[in-house]
Every structure is written in C-alpha cells, then in structure tokens.
C-alpha cells in the first residue's frame, strides 16, 4: 500500500515533469522546406491513410506548424495524381 | 520577375516531337515577355494515381521559370487548350531550390 501512494505523489511532482519529456516528438521537426515537397511522395505516403485521408495529428505527432505546410504539399500532389485522392 | 515551378503532364501517346513542340512553344511565350527557364527535370513515364481524360499514364516534366505572371497565364491558356497536356501546375517560390527533386533521383 505504502508503495502506491508514493506513486501518486510523484505524479504531481517530478515524475510529471519526466513523463513531459519523453512525450514523442514532431517526426518532421528536422525537416526543411525543401525536404517537405510534394515531389517527395514517399515521405508523403507516410502521413495518408490506406484510404488515402490525412492522418491526424494525434496519432501522427506532427507539430501544429509543420502539419499545414504538411496538408497543403499532400493536396499539391493530389493535384498532379502523384498521390490519390480516394482508393477503394 | 519572380520565380515559378511549372509542372505538366504529357498524353502517354506523345512522341518525342510532340514534347519538344510544346517545350519550343513555352520558351516562345517566355521569350516575348524576357523570361527564362532555369531548369528542366524529366520525370519520364509515370503511373497517374487516378485517371485524367481516360489516360492511366503521363510524362511527367518540370520547369523552374522566371517570368511575370502574365506570362505564367499565357503559358497555362496555352496548355488548357492542347489536347497532348493532360494536366499542369504552376507554383509561385521564394528562391531556387538547390538540389534535384526526389521524383528524379527516384527514378534513377
């Protein structure tokens, strides 16, 4: 019993601030411009679902920032049919 | 002057003659208007990931040009109405990227 309280208490003090570090990072986040292209489908194709939809960024852990250049280069090779838009 | 990327999709049954014909009449336009091209990347023959105008394939090309935006209009209603180009894309950028796209390396 006396374990799991100490358990508890940390959650609140250190151990909180442990667990907030080993959070997943953005797997973009190194990332430049000219990496992050829509000419560069197979980085692309990670990001896409089997149905060809847009993962969300909880299940992907992308940053907020680099999930907008994200979407806007997925819809540029949607465009060109370099990627689709909708499989069955 | 700025800098665009210029992409289009050849039909699969052009031939040689009929690209070249459309790359002559891109440098033609740009001519006019004192614009360039600073580089080509060919792509070759890809699979399209949906059909456009009942076509499953299409040769990729992609051009950075430099040129104002009269003349990317000139350029994108002269491919509107040739039956060989299924398809473009023009793109306005920031500065010249300095390496070959993925798409070339790709393929090689």
Known sequence: ?88 | MNIYEHTYIAAPEANKKDIENIEKKIEDILNKSSGKIHKTEDWGLRNLAYPIKKNNKGYYRNLYLEGNKDTIKEIENFEKFDEKVIKYLSIKLKKLPKEDSELLKEKV
């Open chain 1, 1 to 88: 019993m006396r374990k799991k309280q100490t358990k508890k208490k940390n959650s609140f003090g250190l151990g909180s601030k442990i667990s907030q570090l080993s959070k997943k990072n953005c797997p973009l986040a190194k990332k430049n411009d000219e990496e992050l292209n829509y000419k560069n489908v197979k980085l692309l194709k990670k990001y896409i679902s089997d149905s060809a939809k847009i993962l969300p960024t909880r299940i992907t852990n992308v940053s907020h920032s680099k999930q907008k250049i994200l979407v806007r280069e997925i819809k540029k090779a949607r465009a060109l049919a370099l990627l689709p838009y909708v499989t069955n």
